[in-house]
């Protein structure tokens, strides 16, 4: 079974900074896609970034990039240039690639960073 | 907006009863997910349908259960409610199986509380 583990509970930064989440991953799959959701205090999940597991390119969506370590199972968030609407809980989750029972695009979530940006 | 309906926003109701929640996917997706958000575990995979079949089961007790009718919207139902069933409950689509990678598109929830 797959398990997704984001060890920092809660992280403040200051506006305009930088702040990187961290998430790390277990499977014994070699094709997946990984992603990080934001829910902000409107509780919306919202899809920040995703990437695939067989792209060696880590994947940018503007301010947001990711750092992702295949051998070490390591799928990192970095917010550069941080925004007051940046405030929110992330979640990094897990999704096979295929699974012809039908069980692909379940998406498996780690506990959730609560990031706080500081004016 | 983000595309997905869900009705109601809240739910608040006793202990032993039964409640309805209702989801419209986002127009074209066939796909349905439903989540339960709870403080204590997180982000809860439920049950999954595709075009009205059941596809995937996840950590779902037996006193829920859920349909996807031949319009698409689904519905959760919960019943022999307790205590530990407060939570957020979201439904979340995506056009299809093949295209769930792309990520899927969530409601904005069901804050249930049972009392």
């Known amino acids: 079974a797959q398990t997704v583990t984001q060890s920092q509970p809660e992280m403040s930064v200051q506006e305009a900074e930088t702040v990187t989440l961290s998430c790390t991953y277990d499977?014994?799959?070699?094709?997946?896609?990984l992603f990080w959701y934001k829910q902000p205090p409107s509780r919306q999940m919202i899809l920040v970034i995703r990437?695939?597991?067989?792209?060696?390119q880590n994947a940018t969506e503007n301010r947001f990039s990711v750092n992702f370590q295949k051998a070490a199972k390591s799928f990192s968030l970095k917010i550069s240039d941080s925004q007051l609407g940046d405030t929110a809980m992330y979640f990094c989750?897990?999704?096979?690639?295929?699974?012809?029972?039908?069980?692909?695009?379940?998406?498996?979530f780690g506990k959730g960073t609560k990031l706080s940006v500081k004016p | 907006d983000s595309g997905v309906t869900q009705t109601p926003k809240h739910l608040i109701t006793a202990t032993g009863q039964r409640v309805t929640l209702r989801c419209s996917p986002r127009s074209g997706d066939l796909s349905v997910y439903w989540y339960q958000q709870s403080l204590d575990q997180g982000l809860q995979f439920l049950i999954q349908?595709?075009?009205?079949?059941?596809?995937a089961k996840g950590n779902i007790l037996e006193r829920f259960s859920a349909q996807q009718f031949p319009d698409l919207h689904s519905e959760l139902n919960l019943s022999s409610l307790e205590l530990g069933d407060s939570a957020l409950y979201f439904c979340a689509s995506s056009p299809g199986l093949q295209k769930a990678y792309y990520g899927y598109t969530f409601g904005s929830g069901t804050r249930l509380t049972v009392v």
């Open positions: 990437q695939e597991a067989y792209k060696q």
């Open positions: 499977t014994s799959e070699n094709n997946y896609y």
């Open positions: 989750a897990f999704m096979k690639l295929h699974d012809i029972s039908g069980s692909q695009g379940n998406l498996i």
């Open positions: 349908y595709y075009n009205g079949e059941e596809r």
